[in-house]
């Protein structure tokens, strides 16, 4: 399996769009006769205003700070230890055995032992924390003495590993009805010692790490209100490290700086609703699909960045991927005969998104589809509502999804979600033989079939996968923009 983001396009190959571009993924090479820095800054739009692990299954401060009993290795799919050393799966393909790491300490000096695990596991599904919605088949978590845990599932989980790499462990006796406090404790590489929710977290070497120690002993993590604040930031030498930025950034940056446009991992993802409304007609979805140039949006939104989906909802690299699926070709005329012939001329759609993104993108689909003949209404939502509708039942005919793979490199994430504006009985049998398959080649065959279904049957909206946008400056290097929302920080490093 090659990674999810081999086929990036980076933004050297934009190069002849912008025509300025210089271009580098980590940063240049810095003379060995420099010293290195020992702190780093980094700043992101992406904001923390509390620190629990247990909550969330992303954050530079959670992959730095905390660890899970497993990791994925990208290129291949398959679990890494972490803070479990090994593990082994009984022949009733439901009890997992996890043996864990010895003389592992948390930050506040506690032991790290199986009891940790258990209480980290159930307070994530007692409490409905995000995590959870990937422990759905998890029915019991038990310590088997101090240093081994057994997981037992429903029925076989072929995805438990990666489901675990994003299920973080704390300390049980730093927990408080409230959470944990200002700074928490993890056993991760580094320690939080400061912490300003939504504007700032201070990170310090672990000097008491199990594992190699990180490149850099100190890290600041500072949060901006947007992108263009983060860039203006950034140009102005306040941050080593800009996180998230916007598009534009690569044609203003540059020609000045080392920025990366790595794909991070995530797609746009629109959705039909093929349960009601107009794209309960199959043919409506077809010609909704041959409406929007994709190309054109690429081109005009991420300087010729961004990656086209192809008509499936695996990249390649990510299980469920084949290469014989294609997007249906750009075609207006023939979009627009088909809403004629079905007699959906004027039809109102709804398109639902995030108030807070991708305004410009959620316009120009609209514009395209109304060239089609539909009438398009926009309903720009704050992100709360959207995550009801998200997760739920939604009114939408269209509805914004985005999709990541960073941390389980499989389309089954994407088959949920698709599983909930779409009840048809073909496609829950499609789905539910990928779910319990253990043998990896017979599940990716089932993933692949599954995929073209929604591929013939239309049920997403194809647009483009958007680019990461990172920039370093001069002298830093180690840092990896595919990681999405993410940073892995431990391998950075600054010459000063």
Known sequence: ?????????????????????????????????????????VGSIVSTSAINPLMSYYGTWLLAAYEPLVTV?????????????????????????????????????????????????TTIQEKGYQPATYLTQVESVTAVGDYEVQIVTSEPTPLLLSQLSLAYIAPSDA???????????????????????????????????????????????????DQTSLQ??????????????????????????????????????????????????????RAANLAVDAEALTASMTAGAGEIEDGQLALEGVAGYSPDITRPEFDPEEAKKIVEAEGATGTEITITGQSSQNKNLYEAMGQMLE????????????????????????????????????????????FTTISRMNSSEEWAALYDATRNEMDKETREELLIEASEYVNEQNLALWTFAAPAVGAVQDGVEGVDFSTGLSLHLTDVTKTS
């Open 1 to 41: 399996m090659n990674k999810p983001w081999s086929r990036r396009l980076y933004a050297g190959t934009a190069l002849s769009l912008a025509g300025v571009l210089a271009v580098s993924a980590c940063g240049n090479s810095a003379s060995s006769e420099q010293a290195a820095a020992d702190s780093v800054s």
């Open 371 to 414: 060239a089609a003949g539909f009438k398009v209404k926009l309903n720009l939502v704050e992100i709360a509502d959207w995550v009801v509708q998200a997760r739920g039942t939604t009114d939408a005919d269209i509805l914004y999804r985005g999709l990541s793979f960073n941390g389980i490199y499989d389309i089954d994430r994407g």
């Open 175 to 225: 927990w408080t009805e409230e959470g944990f406090n200002s700074t928490g404790a993890g056993t991760g590489p580094y320690e939080i010692t400061g912490f300003d929710a939504g504007q700032s977290i201070t990170l310090t070497a672990n000097d008491d790490y199990w594992g190699e120690a990180p490149a850099t002993p100190n890290v600041t993590l500072r949060t901006f209100s």
């Open 232 to 285: 203006s930031a950034f140009e102005a030498g306040e941050v080593d490290i800009a996180h998230q930025l916007g598009p534009n950034a690569i044609q203003v940056l540059g020609s000045n700086y080392n920025v990366s446009t790595e794909w991070g991992g995530s797609l746009n993802f629109f959705q039909f609703n093929a349960d009601k409304g107009a794209f309960a007609n199959p043919e409506l979805r």
């Open 73 to 121: 290795d990208p290129a291949t799919g398959e679990g890494q230890p972490s803070l479990a050393e090994s593990w082994e799966l009984a022949e009733d393909e439901l009890t997992w055995t996890f043996k864990l790491r010895e003389g592992v300490t948390f930050h506040d000096g506690s032991e790290f032992t199986a009891e940790d695990v258990v209480f980290s596991l």
